[in-house]
Structure formats: structure tokens, C-alpha cells
């Protein structure tokens, strides 16, 4: 049967696994019961489906990030805010030296509509690309339904704190947000908040712990406090960062429990640099041109700090910013 | 199903992990730790434990009752230790802290104003410092506070001392 394709989507028909295949530009995505096939006009690729999946996910999920998300050592994108770049081999030393990679570049509701449809043909009702491997099924073998509640899931976004009025509001069983398995021990206090007449709506505090203790998903920084273009964005880590990120800013971590293992390697050309291991309090810095990837033995907390002022990535780009933010 | 249990660290608890180089400079990641920094901090001291061009975390040494302080923006206060009573207050005179003020400016003694409110929080509890407003923190005894905010008066950079080289 011939294979017909829509418009910037993909094929109408599924191949015999029941899975549809895409194209995007020069790219060709297409999944079998155990790996999806990347395809480029130099080259190919594969990766286990689970782990494309569960990068796939937060790629879209937090509309390409700041800066670079590797799917792994050969395919990613780099976010330019408007458009996004998609690469295989780009920030591999290997596949360059060979000329193997290649680049390119698409309006962001293209590259965003694509992968939306490619994750929610290729997810199963089994799987959940947020749920730690301990907490979901498998997402392997022949297609088996959809599962569009997990994979459409509200990213939260704090206008200016959770639990202000009128804003993202506080997590709760009442809500769908039982404590995680992780976290039983986890204290469930509210402070005590007492305002004066007049000013119930000005004296807000809510628990930070109790609300990451809830949370339903793993690794997908989610805004909670907002001071000017400075971005709380706390997420709860369980196995392994399913993506590299390769920085654009410089980016804050803060572990605020238990203990995140970091591998950190050049953004450009994949060479280790460090490893930096974070247990309770303890802060580090991820420069603007490295790429790091964590590894979390038990569901920790981690405070993500971001800079979002839009200059950043094109002043430390062009020599103007420093890639790493002290300098003692 | 198996029982798991959350470390928290705290002033009188804590292990620090740290930078292991490959090919790099431990300095790059500027690599400190919360507790141990308040714990060699005098109480209120805003010590920098992160800095993002003008944007800060500070760690605060939360013991006694503090000064009162005004913002020129939203600041945010996480307490990561202790527990600490968040006093606030609002301006009569909202000009005393000057237009663009980055951070907070120190009060003289107790500002005019009317009380808003108070909170009383313990460990994970975050609470707004609204801009507008001034607030005032009270800890029986030693606690942690980290704050949210931009560099401004106050802020204290020492780098040196406390991060890993």
C-alpha cells in the first residue's frame, strides 16, 4: 500500500506495527515495537522508543527549553525562540569530523504540531513518557490505544507564586494529587498564616515540600515563584534525566533533598567535564556551554533557578556574557 | 510496598556533595551549600549563594528578630530550616524605598505603616514578601532562610569563602 502523507504531519496509513510514520523537512520518524528510526539526508539513527518518547515529551512539554535538548549523543534541538533547530550528529565531535550531521530549522507551531502528533500516535495506554520507569508500564510492542491524559498534562506556570490568589493553585488529594510513593514521610503542614482584616489576600505562604511531594511527574521543571525574570522552577527527579541539556544560560540548581548525580560534558562536542554530585543544600551553577545529564537513585527534589531574560542566549552567544556566572 | 525516606539537610545536619573535574574548572560551577553557609554567618547576614547576572538566592541565618526590610519587587522567602515568624507590614510611605531599588533597603526601627499580617513557618515553607510592603523575620532559634531576590543593598558576594575551588 502506498503511504500517504499529510500535510507537514505524517502518514494516514500505520505500518504493521499499527504505528503512523512523520516527516518534518529532510527528517523521516518512524517506529517499530522496540525502537524508533531516525532518518536524515546523510544518515540514520535509532533509540530505544521509551527513552524517545520520554524525551519527546518534555521537548514539547516545556516548548524546547532554554537553549539545547539532546534526545541523546546524536539527535536534539536547539531552541532559538521562534524557530527551533533540529539536528542529528550536530553536537556529536564524531559524527562532525565525519560530516555526518545536519541541521534543520523550522517555525516553532511546525516543529511543536509534528511532535505532538508523533508522541501521541507513538505512546501507548500502557506508558507514561513523565512517570519514573518504577511508576508505568511499558511502551513497547504493537500499538495498543493512547494515553492523551498523560501526554497533554497542565504545565505549571506561576503568574507570580503558587497558592497567590488567582494562581496556580496548591496540590491535594481533593485535586488529583496524592503524595508520591517517595515521599510518604514528607511533612503535610500549611504555615500558619495569619493576615489583619483587609490583607487576606496580600499574606500568602504555602508548604514548597508538600506541593513538590505531590507532584505526579518526574524531571519537567514547573515555574512556582516569579521575581521579575527570575524563575523558580522545582521538579521532582526519579532515574534519569531523559534528555542532555545543553545550556544557553547559565542555569541554578539547589537540591532540596536527597541526592542528584550530574554528568557534565562540553555543550559542543559531547567531552566529559565533571561530575558534580548535589545532596541536601548544597547549589551549583551549570555554565552556558556545557551539556548535563542527572541521575537520581531515589525521587528527590531539585530547585531549578533559571534566568528567562530573552538577551541571554545571543549576549553569552556573542562573547558579551561570561558562560559562567561568578567569577572569584 | 517499600517505606522510602526523604533527607532534608539543616544547620546542624548536613553532607555535601562537590565537583569532581574531568577536564574543567571546579570554580565554574560555583559550588557551595546552604547550611554550612549559614552556619559561619552572623544572623541576617544575605550571603549570595547564587547569582545570576542581577538576580540572587541568598542564604540567611535566621536567629533573633531581624531588621525590617522593604523590597523594590516581589521577593520570596523559602525557609529551609528552623522555624522562622515572617512579620509584615504595609508602607504609609511606599516612597521610602526609591523607584528601581534592586533587592531590599534596611529600615530604620519599626516602620509606619498597618500590620498585614504574619506567618509562622517551618522547613519547605515558602511565603511572599510582596512588593509595598516591609516584613521583618523572628527565629527563637537558628534557622535558614533562603531568599529569592535581585542583588541590592545588603547582598554579600565571598565567593571565595564559600564555594568549592
Known sequence: ?328 | MRQYFTRFGSLERYEKGGVEVINDDPKNYVFSNIFEVASKSKPYEKVAVGKNLEYVIEAIRAEGTSEWRAPGHDEFALVMDGEVEIRLMKLDNPSVVPPGTQGSIALKGTPAGRKMGVVRTRRGHMTLLPVGAAYQFHANRPGVVLLQTIAGNGTIERWGDICQK
Open chain 1, 1 to 328: 500500500m502506498t503511504a500517504h502523507t499529510l500535510p507537514e504531519i505524517g502518514t494516514i496509513e500505520p505500518n504493521q506495527h499499527g504505528y503512523r510514520s512523520f516527516s518534518l523537512g529532510k527528517f523521516a520518524f518512524a517506529r517499530d515495537e522496540y525502537f524508533a528510526y531516525i532518518q536524515w539526508p546523510k544518515g540514520h539513527h535509532l533509540m530505544p522508543v521509551d527513552a524517545f518518547l520520554r524525551a519527546l515529551q518534555r521537548d514539547i512539554a516545556w516548548g524546547f527549553f532554554y537553549g539545547t535538548v539532546n534526545f541523546d549523543a546524536v539527535i536534539g534541538t536547539l531552541n532559538h525562540y521562534g524557530t527551533v533547530d533540529l539536528f542529528a550528529g550536530r553536537y556529536n565531535a564524531h559524527y562532525r569530523k565525519a560530516g555526518l550531521d545536519y541541521v534543520e530549522t523550522f517555525k516553532t507551531p511546525l516543529i511543536q504540531r509534528v511532535f505532538e502528533a508523533m508522541l501521541d500516535d507513538w505512546t501507548n495506554a500502557t506508558f507514561d513518557p513523565f512517570a519514573s520507569p518504577a511508576e508505568t508500564g511499558s511502551a513497547f510492542g504493537p500499538k495498543n490505544g493512547h494515553n492523551k491524559e498523560a501526554i497533554t498534562r497542565h504545565r505549571v506556570t506561576a503568574r507570580r507564586m503558587v497558592g497567590a490568589p488567582g494562581d496556580e493553585p496548591r496540590r491535594a488529594d481533593d485535586n488529583g494529587f496524592p503524595v508520591n510513593r517517595g515521599f510518604v514521610d514528607v511533612p503535610q503542614d500549611e504555615p500558619d498564616v495569619k493576615p489583619e482584616p483587609g490583607f487576606e489576600d496580600e499574606v500568602v505562604a504555602f508548604n514548597l515540600l508538600a506541593y513538590l511531594s505531590r507532584s505526579d511527574v518526574t524531571w519537567n521543571p514547573s515555574v512556582v515563584s516569579v521575581c521579575k525574570n527570575s524563575l523558580y522552577c522545582p521538579t521532582t527527579e526519579e532515574y534519569i534525566l531523559p534528555i542532555i541539556h545543553g545550556n544557553d544560560r547559565v542555569e541554578w540548581f539547589v537540591q532540596l533533598s536527597d541526592e542528584i548525580h550530574w554528568e557534565v560534558e562540553d555543550r559542543e562536542t559531547g567531552a566529559a567535564r565533571a561530575r558534580v554530585t548535589m545532596k541536601p543544600g548544597d547549589v551549583a551553577a551549570m555554565p552556558a556551554d556545557i551539556r548535563h545529564r542527572g541521575f537520581a537513585p531515589k525521587r528527590s527534589m531539585l530547585l531549578v533557578w533559571e534566568n528567562a531574560s530573552p538577551e541571554l542566549p545571543a549576549l553569552i552567544s556573542q562573547g558579551k556574557l561570561p558562560t559562567n556566572p561568578v567569577q572569584f
